[in-house]
T-cell receptor, first 115, second 114 residues
Framework: EAGVAQSPRYKIIEKRQSVAFWCNPISGHATLYWYQQILGQGPKLLIQFQNNGVVDDSQLPKDRFSAERLKGVDSTLKIQPAKLEDSAVYLC?????????????FGEGSWLTVV | KQEVTQIPAALSVPEGENLVLNCSFTDSAIYNLQWFRQDPGKGLTSLLLIQSSQREQTSGRLNASLDKSSGRSTLYIAASQPGDSATYLCAVRKYGGSQGNLIFGKGTKLSVKP
């Protein structure tokens, strides 16, 4: 079974530029998550989708971050304009449904450096 | 506000030792607690998930316990191997929170020496 795919794996941009990350979840997984992990810290949820609807985006900085999941499969996370403090690993994850106890499967992450 | 703390931040042990990683949380109103493993440059792998009504979960050489009333969880690794070297993160899901809205600790970086 293929895992969660993310691209690009690494990106270096200048502050105020924009960047987009793509995620393809495990086939059949209805729930998709984007997390931000700053070096030395645990991940923080940015947004959770159930199919193509948003379940939780309470921690998404909406003035600069946006995410979509058209057709309930792939998802894109965009940052515009980027700030230095956005340097982090952006982890995409998926799980079969919203049900309690479902394991969350993580991708390998997209590493962003803002200079 | 829920806070999750993991002690120690780093741990180095010789191969074959049994070891315990600690996780504490400030608010006992949790839905579940999970332990994850993260290898350098990789995403997270779920190891064990304990529902709030459970006391422990076991998988192979791993055993995780949960004492919700005291706000503590431990991850016990038996007969450690060099391949166990990684960062171990615990995370809690609070009541009323979405499934993915986990509060993570900063992790314990484990190094198992051959």
């Amino acid at each position: 079974e293929a895992g969660v795919a993310q691209s690009p794996r690494y990106k270096i941009i200048e502050k105020r530029q924009s960047v987009a990350f793509w995620c393809n979840p495990i086939s059949g997984h209805a729930t998709l998550y984007w997390y931000q992990q700053i070096l030395g810290q645990g991940p923080k949820l940015l947004i959770q989708f159930q199919n193509n609807g948003v379940v939780d985006d309470s921690q998404l900085p909406k003035d600069r971050f946006s995410a979509e999941r058209l057709k309930g499969v792939d998802s894109t996370l965009k940052i515009q304009p980027a700030k230095l403090e956005d340097s982090a690993v952006y982890l995409c994850a998926s799980s079969p449904s919203k049900g309690a106890g479902n394991t969350i499967y993580f991708g390998e992450g997209s590493w962003l450096t803002v200079v | 506000k829920q806070e999750v703390t993991q002690i120690p931040a780093a741990l180095s042990v010789p191969e074959g030792e049994n070891l315990v990683l600690n996780c504490s949380f400030t608010d006992s109103a949790i839905y579940n607690l999970q332990w994850f493993r993260q290898d350098p440059g990789k995403g997270l792998t779920s190891l064990l998930l304990i529902q709030s009504s459970q006391r422990e979960q076991t998988s192979g050489r791993l055993n995780a316990s949960l004492d919700k009333s005291s706000g503590r969880s431990t991850l016990y690794i038996a007969a450690s191997q060099p391949g166990d070297s990684a960062t171990y993160l615990c995370a809690v899901r609070k009541y009323g929170g979405s499934q993915g809205n986990l509060i993570f600790g900063k992790g314990t970086k484990l190094s198992v020496k051959p």
